[in-house]
């Protein structure tokens, strides 16, 4: 069966750390770029990170830049996002998602959503003294 999941959220401080893995199964993740993407009910989701699946290039949306850090494990066939100091308006579900490109859909500095093939169910985020 081909998944991917989430794990690692959960209530946190401001300025506190927590770090998401997403798992997948029934496919090699290494193939894939992986996007790390958040939703707040009511607004539109928004891309967090990416990582190709070519020359491991990574992406970060600006408010994350300097506290988020995407990695690969490809031997746990696993990605992580580190997520340090974090932030009350960081509170979301957060979602991978992989897609099989060499690249990650990442132009004009913006995330695109459309085109990956798998999405995991989410874990949510909460920050929150």
């Known amino acids: 069966q081909v998944q991917l999941e989430e794990s690692g959220g959960g209530l946190v401080q401001p300025g506190g750390s927590l770090r998401l893995s997403c798992a997948a199964s029934?496919?090699?993740?290494?193939?894939?770029?992986i996007g790390w993407f958040r939703q707040v009910p009511g607004k539109e989701r928004e891309g967090v990170s990416c990582i190709s699946s070519s020359d491991d290039s990574i992406y970060y949306t600006d408010s994350v830049k300097g506290r988020f850090t995407i990695s690969r494990d490809n031997a746990k066939n696993t990605v992580y996002l580190q997520m340090n100091s974090l932030k009350p308006e960081d509170t979301a579900v957060y979602y991978c998602?992989?897609?099989?490109?060499?690249?990650?859909?990442?132009?004009?500095?913006?995330?695109?959503?459309?085109?990956?093939?798998?999405w995991g169910q989410g874990t949510l985020v909460t920050v929150s003294s």
């Open positions: 029934g496919f090699t993740l290494d193939d894939y770029a």
């Open positions: 998602a992989a897609d099989y490109s060499p690249y990650c859909r990442y132009y004009s500095s913006r995330f695109y959503s459309r085109g990956y093939e798998y």
